[in-house]
């Protein structure tokens, strides 16, 4: 079945205080893609994030980020005072995420919060259901406070190796903080699973992103050592990455341990399987980020300063996937297959029957004929405009080589700069992919400015918001004009008798 979705991180909803949240703005867009006939709303990470801000390194895989909680509906809650909420600097630009400001602010008025709301009867269930990844993600998060946010590989050896006697005696001394930690993660499932709820009743599907790897510093790593590449002391031995190439002499070092494959194969998988089945809980679709490290990944010593010296290994293959599936049943998984694929890679993307990713902003190299090209797609892919990697669209027409520009004006039939983003946007609802994602940004027709992350760099990422206003009923109405022209638009819902 054809149909079409938009790319926007929760981050970059408006909101009055500093970041996009779960509340009023967030239902607003799903209002807004319901009116404009899409049928999938796709994010990023909802982690909670580390440094560098990225929702790729994020300090657990199964907790939300406690930025994206609604202060209104705290206040709604009678947790906060709209007065408390206001006493606060969120930043001087509304189309920027000042992430110093949410860190000096946020905190103090969830403490404030918890003190008012921390008897809440329903918490005790979430603790008790949630208990295998909650209880070791707060008490991480609690010690790492503690620790003056240090990263848990440089903690006291105690507790940093789980000794029993070190565990005890720190859940005894910080179980306060340990309870703020719950709190903050229960009235994110709550805020969370009403909005699934929400866009569900509207005809709106919920996509998210699962990066491969774990952030070193992470939860994760921390409470279960045993499934990553890590020594006797709990170092890492290998971290992830990708070799030098055309673009990049010293390749790319992104620092993140590795799993160790063959152990969890004896064991079916099971802590993926736990990942993958918290995932359905929280999504209707997820995006498999490098799907080709399953196939085979590049290891680079720990300590190293570039990936030059790093190695390709075998990774787990077809037998992953097959295993999963016989656990959990089929999943609607999109497989990000971009980059050069190895004849492996291919064969176990076919084998595993998952739609691949076609990014239009590759396809107009001029120097040879692309896969992403439209003309060369099956049905079973998803294809984008452009990603949270890549420049906007429209910025794209301004910065891309001068002769990929032409080709891309020739082969979809546009004069000037300024008609390439809905050039590209019609390109790919035109096409045979089954499903088709425009980043927000793409319909807005915004420039660079807009660009949500430029890959292996530090600073100035992630911090993209878009205007109050922006998504309006007019742009509604011109986003459903061309999804139905193209035969993408749901069906009219019967009302129920």
């Not at 705290?74 to 606060?88: A, H, I, N, P, R």
């Not at 949630?130 to 008490?139: G, I, T």
Request: aromatic share 14%; glycine share 8%; hydrophobic share 40%.
């Amino acid at each position: 079945m054809r149909a079409s979705g938009i790319l926007l991180p929760v981050s970059s909803l408006p909101s009055p205080y500093g970041i996009g949240t779960l509340g009023r703005s967030a239902y607003e867009f799903v209002d807004f893609l319901q009116e404009a006939g899409q049928a999938y709303w796709q994010v990023l990470p909802i982690g909670p994030t580390s440094y560098g801000d990225s929702p790729y390194q994020s300090f657990s895989t199964f907790a939300g980020n406690p930025y994206f909680l609604d202060l209104d509906i705290f206040c709604d809650q009678g947790l906060l005072t709209k007065e408390e909420c206001l006493e606060y600097n969120w930043g001087d630009d509304p189309e920027q995420v000042d992430y110093k400001a949410l860190w000096d602010a946020r905190f103090v008025l969830f403490r404030k919060a918890f003190a008012r709301g921390k008897e809440e009867p329903a918490m005790k269930k979430f603790r008790e259901e949630n208990r295998w990844w909650l209880e070791d993600y707060a008490l991480y998060m609690a010690v790492k406070a503690q620790m003056e946010d240090r990263s848990w590989i440089t903690w006291d050896e105690d507790i940093r190796l789980r000794r029993p006697e070190a565990l005890a005696r720190y859940r005894e001394e910080l179980w306060e903080d340990v309870d703020f930690y719950i709190f903050l993660q229960y009235h994110f499932y709550e805020q969370w699973g009403a909005l699934r709820k929400y866009a569900n009743q509207k005809g709106v599907k919920l996509i998210g992103d699962i990066p491969i790897y774990v952030a070193l510093d992470s939860a994760d790593v921390w409470a279960e050592p045993e499934q990553f590449q890590l020594d006797e002391d709990c170092r890492p031995i290998d971290v992830a990455g990708c070799p030098p190439d055309a673009f990049s002499a010293d390749g790319q070092l992104w620092g993140n341990p590795l799993y160790r494959w063959e152990d969890m194969k004896e064991n079916q998988y099971a802590w993926w399987v736990r990942r993958l089945r918290h995932n359905v809980q929280l999504f209707d679709m997820t995006r498999i980020d490098h799907f080709r490290g399953f196939a085979g990944y590049y290891a680079i010593p720990y300590g190293d300063k570039t990936a030059k010296n790093g190695e390709w290994r075998k990774g787990p293959g077809i037998d992953f996937f097959r295993s999963v599936k016989k656990q959990l049943g089929k999943m609607d998984l999109i497989a990000e297959d971009l980059g050069f694929l190895t004849p492996d890679v291919k064969k176990m993307l076919k084998a595993s029957g998952y739609p691949g990713m076609k990014v239009l902003q590759f396809a107009f190299d001029s120097r040879e004929e692309s896969d992403y090209l439209p003309h060369n797609y099956d049905k079973n892919c998803v294809v984008y405009t452009g990603t949270h990697d890549n420049d906007t669209t429209a910025g794209w027409f301004e910065t891309a080589p001068k002769a990929d520009v032409r080709f891309a004006k020739k082969y979809l039939g546009v004069r000037y700069n300024r008609d390439g983003a809905w050039a590209f946007i019609r390109a790919a609802m035109a096409s045979v992919a089954n499903l088709a994602v425009t980043p927000m940004q793409d319909f807005l027709n915004l420039g660079s400015e807009a660009r949500m992350n430029t890959p292996s760099t530090l600073g100035g990422n992630w911090m993209w918001r878009m205007q109050e206003g922006a998504a309006s009923p007019e742009l509604a109405a011109k986003i459903r004009d061309v999804t139905k022209l193209y035969g993408r638009a749901p069906a009219p819902r019967k009302a129920k008798p």
